[in-house]
């Protein structure tokens, strides 16, 4: 197996930097987020128990998913998992502290002195996790294979740096781990867990974004193409409540690109069908003008789809 991660101090965007590395690699990208999601599938609701065995209950999801894909890991600490496994290549962005302050300002439209504040609240969580999960508040520089200045090189340079580096490592050779050594591994970790009391349930699995429309799909393959992060269905918008305050509609755009923070809602449907969609978009933009939502109707898809020779014919409802 080959397994990438990626780990920084809080407002280096590594979340965007490992997103773009798995893009670039074609590897399947775990962010912190989504290893929450699964450590809830595998164990349960978090607990001081699973915080205190972080390391094998998220190695012993880790090793499983990478016997069918090469693994890109944007969580903080994962870097300490594996040992001195030859296919591990450990990253660990960094940046002076104005510029993780301006940062956070234009990713999460904050005013300097909230962003500072935001950016000492972060780095006080972080190095509480380190400390209840390794033993230590702070990284060791001696664990990472790359260390990358985000002061003057963006995501995309630490993604291009990665993908170079894997390649002088000859780590894009290696195979996927087999289930001989996925069992051997599995032994081990769960010999520890068991003695803490914790029982992996075997459920948690990556799975892929099930697109609703051929064009949507289309419109993923071609923003990888670009190397262009995206996400698939990210969040929901309330646009309709009860009077007792109940959402009674909601509205979720297709697709989220983190780089521009826009939104992009694409439209194939017959016209019969827009209006409404219409409707919903115009309350979206009432109810949250700081949201940036572009759409995409049924000629500009296919005008995208045909100018890149996607696919030979129309693609509609």
Same mark, same amino acid.
């Given at each position: 197996? !080959?397994?990438?991660?990626?780990?920084?101090?809080? %407002?280096? #965007?590594?979340?965007?930097?490992?997103?773009?590395? @798995?893009?670039?690699?074609?590897?399947?990208?775990?962010?912190?987020?989504?290893?929450?999601?699964?450590?809830?599938?595998?164990?349960? *609701?978090?607990?001081?128990?699973?915080?205190?065995?972080?390391?094998?209950?998220?190695?012993?999801?880790?090793?499983?998913?990478?016997?069918?894909?090469?693994?890109?890991?944007?969580?903080?600490?994962?870097?300490?998992?594996? %040992?001195?496994?030859?296919?591990?290549?450990?990253?660990?962005?960094?940046? *002076?502290?104005?510029? #993780?302050?301006?940062?956070?300002?234009?990713?999460?439209?904050?005013?300097?002195?909230?962003?500072?504040?935001?950016?000492?609240?972060?780095?006080? =969580?972080? #190095?509480?996790?380190?400390?209840?999960?390794?033993?230590?508040?702070?990284?060791?520089?001696?664990?990472?294979?790359?260390?990358?200045? !985000?002061?003057?090189?963006?995501?995309?340079?630490? !993604?291009?740096?990665?993908?170079?580096?894997?390649?002088? /490592?000859?780590?894009?050779?290696? %195979?996927?781990?087999?289930?001989?050594?996925?069992?051997?591994?599995?032994?081990?970790? /769960?010999?520890?867990?068991?003695? $803490?009391?914790?029982?992996?349930? %075997?459920?948690?699995?990556?799975?892929?974004?099930?697109?609703?429309?051929?064009?949507?799909?289309?419109?993923?393959?071609?923003?990888?193409?670009?190397?262009?992060?995206?996400?698939?269905?990210?969040?929901?918008?309330?646009?309709?409540?009860?009077?007792?305050?109940?959402?009674?509609?909601?509205?979720?755009?297709?697709?989220?690109?983190?780089?521009?923070?826009?939104?992009?809602?694409?439209?194939?449907?017959? =016209?019969?069908?827009?209006?409404?969609?219409?409707?919903?978009?115009?309350?979206?933009?009432?109810?949250?003008?700081?949201?940036?939502? =572009?759409?995409?109707?049924?000629?500009?898809? =296919?005008?995208?789809?045909?100018?890149?020779?996607?696919?030979? $014919?129309?693609?509609? @409802?």
């Amino acid at each position: 197996m !080959a397994v990438v991660t990626v780990s920084g101090e809080p %407002g280096c #965007r590594t979340r965007e930097a490992a997103q773009l590395t @798995a893009q670039r690699l074609g590897f399947q990208h775990v962010s912190a987020s989504r290893l929450s999601v699964l450590l809830e599938e595998e164990f349960g *609701p978090p607990s001081s128990v699973i915080e205190k065995s972080w390391p094998e209950v998220v190695a012993t999801i880790l090793v499983r998913l990478a016997t069918e894909q090469h693994l890109v890991v944007g969580a903080d600490g994962a870097e300490r998992l594996f %040992g001195q496994y030859p296919g591990l290549f450990r990253v660990r962005v960094i940046a *002076p502290q104005n510029r #993780r302050i301006g940062n956070i300002m234009l990713d999460d439209r904050l005013d300097r002195a909230t962003a500072r504040q935001h950016l000492r609240d972060r780095e006080k =969580q972080q #190095r509480l996790e380190r400390k209840l999960r390794f033993g230590r508040a702070t990284p060791d520089a001696h664990d990472f294979d790359l260390i990358v200045n !985000a002061e003057t090189l963006d995501a995309e340079h630490t !993604a291009q740096l990665v993908e170079t580096a894997l390649q002088v /490592r000859h780590i894009l050779d290696y %195979g996927f781990l087999s289930r001989a050594a996925e069992a051997q591994m599995q032994f081990k970790l /769960r010999y520890h867990l068991s003695k $803490e009391g914790i029982h992996p349930l %075997g459920k948690a699995s990556l799975k892929g974004p099930q697109f609703m429309h051929p064009s949507e799909r289309i419109f993923a393959n071609l923003l990888d193409f670009y190397r262009i992060a995206w996400e698939y269905e990210p969040r929901s918008f309330p646009i309709m409540w009860s009077k007792d305050g109940k959402v009674l509609e909601a509205f979720t755009p297709d697709f989220y690109l983190p780089e521009s923070d826009m939104y992009v809602e694409l439209t194939t449907m017959k =016209q019969s069908l827009v209006t409404k969609k219409n409707r919903k978009i115009k309350l979206l933009r009432q109810l949250y003008p700081e949201v940036n939502i =572009q759409i995409f109707y049924q000629k500009d898809v =296919q005008d995208l789809i045909f100018k890149y020779g996607l696919v030979d $014919e129309p693609v509609n @409802a």
